[in-house]
């Protein structure tokens, strides 16, 4: 067993430090596309720079604020008709959908906040706009600003479980933990809350607002006698 080993053999013993925080995300970054694709030009160009307007005037009026939302530059792009000789199904994303040529206009809107509840919310409703112009939306990404801090925390917390557990697995061997010979971090993880695993490989969560950021750290003491 792991006391007799000690006995007989060893002169150091390595251990594992676990460390955990539940922790809410900080900044929720969120993207949008708003789009139009028809057979006049003119008038998608028209529709388009109306309803991007609009589209940011609606996200004003959920509370986003001025600075939370960066509007990109309007885009065109033309498609051609399939070519006669096209066999199989036509990619209406490739070709134009008739014997014309088809135009699509879109502007992508980003936002980036601190009020990850209101971005929560907001990816839940249904924004439509007029002028057929469509709006696609992303999953939300829920993040940490100030992770350093909470990292340098547990990194201690770590380092402290880890040599309770040496003293427990020497305890009844007649010897006693020494001074640390060496240390490493292994994984550092982001969870969702409560799904942190065993795994030693580190992950970031994106998807959930309340997460758990966990820190493993490996440490190597010395075993002297009592």
Known sequence: NAIAQIRKTQAS????GVA??????????????????GTDASLGKKNILAQRKAFFQK???????????????????????????????????KYARGSVPDFIYFTDFKITSTNVDLVQKLQHETISLEDEVEVIGSRVAF?????????????????????????????????KIGNL?????????????????????GSIDTSSIDKTIRVVVTMTYEIVKE
Do not use: C
């Not at 013993?13 to 594992?16: A, L, T, Y």
């Not at 885009?75 to 994303?93: C, D, F, S, V, W």
């Open 13 to 16: 013993i390595m251990v594992k």
């Open 20 to 37: 955990t925080q539940n922790v809410k995300s900080d900044q929720a970054i969120m993207e949008f596309q708003i789009s139009w694709r």
């Open 59 to 93: 996200l004003l009026d959920f509370g986003l604020k001025d600075s939370e939302i960066l509007m990109e530059s309007m885009h065109q792009k033309r498609l051609e008709p399939a070519n006669a000789k096209t066999t199989g199904a036509i990619e209406y994303e």
């Open 143 to 175: 993040k940490l600003i100030n992770v350093d801090d909470s990292k340098k925390e547990l990194l201690i917390s770590a380092a402290k479980n880890a040599r309770a557990r040496a003293e427990v697995l020497v305890l009844g061997s007649g010897s």
């Open 181 to 201: 010979l060496d240390a490493s971090q292994g994984a550092f993880s982001i969870q969702a809350k409560d799904s942190v695993g065993d795994s030693e490989y």
